[in-house]
C-alpha cells in the first residue's frame, strides 16, 4: 500500500504519457521548475523539446499547441492561474472545440488544459481564485473535475489519449487529498459515472416500503386543513351528512 497526492498523481499521468506516445508535449509558464507540482521533474526527463518553457503569454502558446495537435502531436497545456483561461476562452471553444465539427471529422485537436489549484485558496486574491468549469462544460468542451487521486491520474491520462480538446480542473481543496493506492492506476473512461457511495436503497427495501406509505397516508389522511376547511363552510346539514359528502366527493371513499 502507498499514498499517492492528488498533485503527485497528475505528474506521474504526465510523466507516463510522455514515455508510451513520443507525440506527447507539454507547454505552459514556469514548468522547467515544476512550480505547480504537476511537471516537477519533467522537463530534466524528458528534454526541453517535449516539456517547453513558454513566455508569459497565453494566447501565442494556446495557439502554438492547436497548431501542434493539428499536426499530429497531442499538446498538454498547463495554465497556473484559473483566470488565464478568459484570455483564450475563444480560441479554445470556437476554435479547436468546433474544428472537427465543422470539418466533418476530417481533423481533430487532441488538446487537453490541465489547471493546477482551480478555485479559491489562501493568498491568491480575488483574480486568481476561479473555478470557470462551467463555462467550458456549457460550451460542449469536455470538462473534467477529479475528486481524488486515482480519478485524477486516470482522467487526465484518458483526456490525453482523447481526439477531442479536453479540460481539466484540479480543485485547489483537493490537491492535499492523498489516497490509499492499492491498485494499478488505469485510465478512467471519460462519460461513465462512478459511484463511490453507498449503494442505492432498494424499492422494495423495508425502510423504502414504510418511507412509501407513511407519504402517501399524510397525503391522503383528512387531516387539519381538510377540517379547518370543512367547519369554515358550516351547513344546515348534520355533522355526519357533511363528511360523508365531502368523503365521497374528494376520496371516493363512499
Known amino acids: 500500500m502507498s499514498k499517492l497526492s492528488y498533485t503527485k498523481a497528475l505528474n506521474r499521468a ?32 524528458f ?47 470556437n476554435q479547436a472545440h468546433k474544428f472537427s465539427l465543422m470539418s466533418g471529422g476530417q481533423g481533430s485537436v487532441p488538446l487537453t488544459c490541465l489547471i493546477p489549484g ?7 486574491a480575488g483574480q486568481h481564485s476561479d473555478h470557470p468549469y462551467s463555462l467550458f462544460a456549457h460550451s460542449g468542451v469536455k470538462t473534467l473535475v477529479p475528486a481524488t487521486p486515482s480519478d485524477a491520474y486516470g ?17 485547489a481543496a483537493a490537491l492535499g487529498v ?12 471519460i462519460g461513465s459515472a462512478r459511484c463511490t457511495g453507498p449503494e442505492p ?15 402517501r397516508w399524510r397525503r391522503n389522511w383528512p387531516g387539519r386543513s381538510r377540517w379547518r376547511s370543512s367547519t369554515r363552510a358550516r351547513s344546515t346539514r348534520s355533522t355526519g351528512q357533511r363528511w360523508r359528502r365531502r368523503w365521497s366527493a374528494q376520496d371516493g371513499w363512499w
Not at 47 to 58: A, C, F, N, W
Not at 118 to 124: F, I, T, V, Y
Open 178 to 189: 492523498r489516497e490509499d493506492v492499492t491498485w494499478q492506476l488505469a485510465p478512467v473512461p
Open 201 to 215: 436503497m432498494s424499492p422494495w427495501s423495508p425502510w423504502a416500503i414504510w418511507s412509501t406509505t407513511r407519504s
Open 47 to 93: 528534454g526541453r523539446q517535449r516539456v517547453v518553457d513558454t513566455p508569459l503569454s497565453e494566447q501565442a502558446f494556446t495557439g502554438m499547441a492547436i497548431g501542434a495537435a493539428l499536426e499530429g502531436r497531442r499538446p498538454v497545456i498547463e495554465f497556473q492561474i484559473p483566470a488565464l483561461l478568459f484570455l483564450v476562452f475563444e480560441q479554445l471553444v
Open 118 to 124: 482551480s478555485g479559491s485558496r489562501d493568498g491568491w
Open 14 to 45: 504526465l510523466a507516463d504519457a510522455l514515455a508510451e506516445d513520443p507525440s506527447v508535449c507539454v507547454f505552459g509558464e514556469d514548468i522547467g521548475a515544476g512550480l505547480a507540482g504537476p511537471t516537477l521533474g519533467l522537463q530534466q526527463r
Open 155 to 171: 482522467l487526465l491520462a484518458s483526456a490525453i489519449r482523447d481526439p477531442d480538446p479536453t479540460v481539466l480542473f484540479a480543485p
